[in-house]
């Protein structure tokens, strides 16, 4: 969740991601399948008639946009390996200090009592409906220090400590097979993930920065850490977890910006 109101349009965006798509389907579509389908729609004529859109007009230009995000979440998630680790950093290379960011100003980050913390699991989960900040500090914990990539333009390296998502959610009972995982926050946020990324060995739900308790300006009580993918969809303040089928949205996808959103 790494987004200000100033954030790049969401046109702007889906354009660049018009001309990304392009680009990662170049130069990483290996097999001779994904190459075919690249030949087939690298080229402007090909793009729209993907689209369905005449590019005669605004409209037609933002529709075919919007379906060329479609398409890119589709072809990240072809290309994402879920055994293929993000990049790691020694503790010098820790930004310090490491940036606020949200869609609002720091003074009004939420305030979250820690002791009727509850975090909420729903959906397609048969186990542990309802976690306390103790239940899920008593868990087996794990840190990494890893780079956070925002859109905006910047990065920066964190550590990061807590619980490993996928040991979270077969501990919760979770349906592994379904298709997203939707979180929401107390600051009003929320996002969605695909399961492959949930289930990634550095995706962290985390609970600590740096060896301290999560501060409230990075995420208190907790926030999901995932170095795969761009900021604004790492969210903070989590207090629900729901898994579905549906898909779910997001605070910034639903307003345009890339679903899947890797880095």
């Not at 001779?32 to 590019?55: Q, V, Y």
């Not at 949200?102 to 003074?107: G, R």
């Amino acid at each position: 969740m790494t987004f200000r109101k100033k954030a790049v349009k969401p046109d702007t965006f889906l354009r660049s991601h018009a001309e990304s798509i392009i680009n990662d389907a170049r130069n990483e579509l290996k097999n001779p399948a994904r190459r075919l389908l690249g030949k087939r729609i690298l080229t402007l004529g090909g793009i729209a008639m993907l689209s369905g859109c005449d590019l005669s007009n605004d409209k037609s230009v933002n529709t075919m946009l919007r379906r060329i995000s479609f398409f890119n979440d589709d072809v990240q998630a072809l290309l994402f390996n879920p055994n293929e680790m993000a990049p790691t950093y020694p503790e010098s290379m820790i930004t310090r200090p490491f940036p606020f960011n949200a869609f609002y100003d720091i003074d009004d980050v939420p305030e979250v009592d820690a002791a009727t913390y509850r975090l909420q699991v729903g959906g397609l989960a048969t186990g542990k409906r309802v976690w306390t900040l103790d239940e899920l500090r008593a868990l087996p914990q794990e840190s990494q220090i890893t780079r956070h990539i925002c859109i905006e333009g910047w990065s920066a390296i964190g550590r990061w400590g807590g619980v490993r998502f996928s040991d979270f959610l077969k501990r919760a009972g979770a349906d592994i097979t379904a298709k997203y995982v939707s979180l929401h926050c107390a600051d009003n946020y929320w996002t969605s993930i695909d399961m492959p990324t949930a289930l990634h060995a550095q995706t962290l739900l985390a609970l600590t920065y740096d060896g301290q308790v999560l501060p409230p300006k990075y995420g208190f009580p907790m926030k999901l850490r995932m170095p795969t993918k761009l900021g604004y969809k790492n969210p903070k303040h989590i207090v629900a977890i729901s898994v579905t089928n549906e898909y779910p949205g997001g605070y910034w996808e639903n307003q345009g910006y890339n679903w899947f959103g890797g880095s």
